[in-house]
């Protein structure tokens, strides 16, 4: 006859346990473990000692609202002779006394949450369990160290911005480990409509990282939900910060969290990237940040954009843009709903930019099947793969009303880029959403897909050419040229009008006021005859235009007066801004008070005013922002400097990232990585 355990006390043993399942930075005072993984409580008895074969205890695990078995949210498990890690399991691992080591060991496929553990009839222990990229019977699970370093440990990396051309690395603080913010990202979960209207269905669901990746596809924006972010890509941000204020992802986090699950404003892709981001890594799902250079949102779904010019070569507005870069997310894990082939990396999109089964989201969708050209697996794969490959089709709409193709060659999808594992190098990943162009493989995908009129394009050839050029070091501030090059490749002389103009842009396309403008009436080119003509781009003129984003839109439009055809180059460019200089002061230890010398010269012709730096870091500054304004004005060619005191917390290679502000020069980002001795 067994006899149940009587407990006096436990010892979760938090600080062992969480630094074995490499939850330790979250912190120790409680218990958060990963699934499929066993742990261990110390169990001390009121009465009598644990005797193997007689002694017993019943366990019954729980998370959410409405526990089940049938859900899989509820798990009644007693002590076996050992763990079992294929399903919920006990067993009692120290010799027979008073005191018994009580090891528990979650399913590897069991939900992730809040738990509550009722162990007999002596007391509730809470936990929090995650997925677990260590466990080979987890759907996150990743067989490499360094990966999982990379992207489930780091606290901090790179989002690359700027253009295919120029690619600017931007430091970010992903601080998933920072105090509140798994609290945080458990609350996200519980806030998302379909756990309000079905908590039981919903808690259920959380075993399964595909759907919770598209839960959190939904949530980082707040569109249709109490999402954390709000977008916003034109006027003003008036109640709210620019996109381009934030440095990291824990401040987006906390305020949400503390303020009512009211939006944060504002953020941009790259912003609701990097908080997706921060919360699959926080939950245990491998993740990292994915840059698409010249992306195209394609709103129709016929895999192709349609962008309209006037005679002049004004390009009319467009719900379909070619976004100068887009940044999404893919996150690593199986699809036993598709061929094991589809396992690995799955592109999903925070940002709100078309409904998905009704809601603002998008994917998770295999990588792979991108490539492939495979449109019918789930989900949103016909958007994706339009993000990378679409036809970008130019029309000319003329005074009379009547329209003409306009030849331009435009290649979206280009230089996809994610951080490097282990340094801040760009990882170019083009190869693994598109074959080379012109292949059989890349025939073969784009015929899957029904998307043939590429096919044609790859194979027309052009008389007149017209292409855009610039030099290597374009500096905001300056004043410098830039070039267009026509070309005949006929065997006829040419007689063209030449239209070469520049305007300022956002990277998601939206045209602003005019830097520059040259109107050539006639150009005439020599049989195989080349021809470069300047334009000047002066500071006086562009610098009170120019967006947050520094960017500048090149457009040159090309009519042959013969054949009336017209021929259409455009390029952005992005103007670079000046380096920040971060010097640590101080051997860089733990707990150890240090200082950052900041510096940064103003490129300008004009003085800047209202001049502030700030900088965080994970484990670096205490999970907060510390900011330092300048007393005085910087002149141009003047340098900004102040000294910033702040305290490392843990030891290791850690990213102390850096903001510039003024009112003439706004956040230009740098950072400092520095490693922690203990």
Not at 161 to 180: A, L, M, V
Not at 229 to 249: A, C, D, I, N, R
Not at 289 to 302: F, I, R
Not at 640 to 665: C, E, M
Request: aromatic share 10%; with cysteine; net charge neutral.
């Amino acid at each position: 006859m067994t006899q149940p355990l009587y407990i006096e006390r436990w010892d979760l043993e938090c600080e062992f346990n969480n630094t074995d399942h490499r939850t330790d930075l979250n912190g120790v005072d409680r218990l958060i473990v990963r699934r499929g993984q066993t742990f261990t409580i110390s169990l001390y008895l009121r009465s009598g000692t644990y005797q193997p074969g007689i002694s017993s205890l019943d366990c019954i695990a729980e998370t959410g609202p409405q526990p089940w078995e049938q859900y899989g949210t509820r798990a009644v498990f007693g002590l076996s002779d050992s763990i079992d890690t294929s399903r919920w399991s006990a067993a009692i691992t120290s010799p027979p006394g008073d005191m018994a080591t009580l090891a528990i060991c979650s399913a590897p496929d069991a939900p992730i949450g809040r738990y509550t553990l009722t162990l007999g009839q002596s007391g509730r222990i809470d936990f929090i369990l995650l997925f677990n990229p260590w466990c080979s019977g987890d759907a996150v699970y990743m067989d490499n160290e360094r990966n999982l370093a990379e992207y489930v440990l780091s606290q901090d990396g790179i989002i690359f911005r700027g253009s295919y051309k120029y690619t600017i690395p931007t430091p970010w603080n992903f601080g998933q480990f920072e105090s509140g913010i798994l609290d945080a990202c458990l609350k996200i979960l519980d806030m998302n409509p379909k756990f309000l209207r079905n908590p039981g269905k919903d808690c259920s669901g959380r075993r399964n990282p595909i759907y919770v990746s598209r839960v959190l596809s939904a949530m980082v924006n707040c569109n249709d939900d109490n999402g954390v972010l709000m977008g916003k890509w034109t006027g003003g941000y008036e109640g709210g910060v620019s996109p381009m204020f934030w440095k990291g992802s824990v401040e987006i986090l906390r305020n949400w969290n503390t303020q009512a699950c009211q939006p944060v404003r504002y953020g941009q892709c790259w912003v609701f990237a990097a908080v997706a981001c921060s919360i699959s890594r926080a939950l245990g799902i491998p993740c990292r940040v994915v840059t698409n250079y010249l992306s195209a949102h394609d709103s129709n779904g016929n895999l192709a954009i349609e962008r309209f010019i006037d005679e002049d070569g004004n390009m009319s507005k467009s719900t379909e843009m070619i976004w100068n870069y887009h940044c999404w997310v893919e996150s690593w894990m199986t699809r036993p709903d598709l061929k094991s082939d589809f396992n690995g990396w799955q592109a999903s999109d925070p940002t709100p930019q078309e409904k998905s089964e009704g809601v603002y989201c998008c994917g998770p969708v295999p990588v792979r099947a991108i490539k492939e050209g495979a449109l019918l697996f789930k989900y949103d794969a016909p958007f994706v793969f339009a993000e990378v490959n679409a036809d970008v089709n130019t029309f000319m709409k003329k005074k009379d009303g009547s329209t003409s193709k306009v030849t331009s060659a435009t290649a979206v999808g280009q230089k996809i880029s994610t951080k490097s594992v282990g340094t801040d190098a760009r990882e170019d990943i083009t190869h693994q959403y598109k074959y080379p162009e012109g292949s059989a493989e890349e025939r073969d995908a784009f015929q899957k897909a029904n998307h043939l009129n590429k096919l044609l394009q790859q194979q027309q050839t052009r008389g007149l050419d017209v292409t855009i050029k610039v030099g290597s070091d374009i500096r905001k501030g300056c004043d410098f040229d830039v070039f267009t090059v026509v070309a005949n490749n006929t065997q006829t002389v040419k007689k063209c009008r030449l239209l070469f103009g520049s305007c300022a842009v956002s990277y998601d396309g939206l045209l602003g006021g005019n830097c520059g403008f040259k109107d050539l009436l006639n150009v005439e080119l020599s049989p195989g005859a080349m021809r470069r003509v300047p334009l000047r781009l002066n500071y006086s003129k562009y610098g009170s235009l120019l967006t947050e984003d520094n960017l500048i839109r090149l457009a040159a439009l090309l009519l042959d007066y013969d054949t009336r055809e017209t021929f259409l180059a455009v390029r952005n460019i992005v103007l670079e801004n000046p380096q920040i200089k971060v010097r640590i002061m101080g051997e860089p230890k733990e707990n150890r008070k240090l200082a950052a010398e900041i510096t940064l010269q103003n490129p300008l012709p004009e003085t800047l005013d209202d001049c502030c730096f700030s900088i965080e870091g994970a484990n670096l500054t205490g999970g907060q922002v510390l900011s330092q304004r300048l007393a005085s004005s910087v002149g141009p060619g003047e340098e900004a400097k102040v000294k910033i005191y702040f305290t490392p917390t843990h030891s290791g290679l850690r990213k102390l990232v850096v903001d510039f502000d003024s009112n003439k020069l706004c956040h230009v980002k740098g950072y400092r990585n520095v490693i922690i001795g203990k």
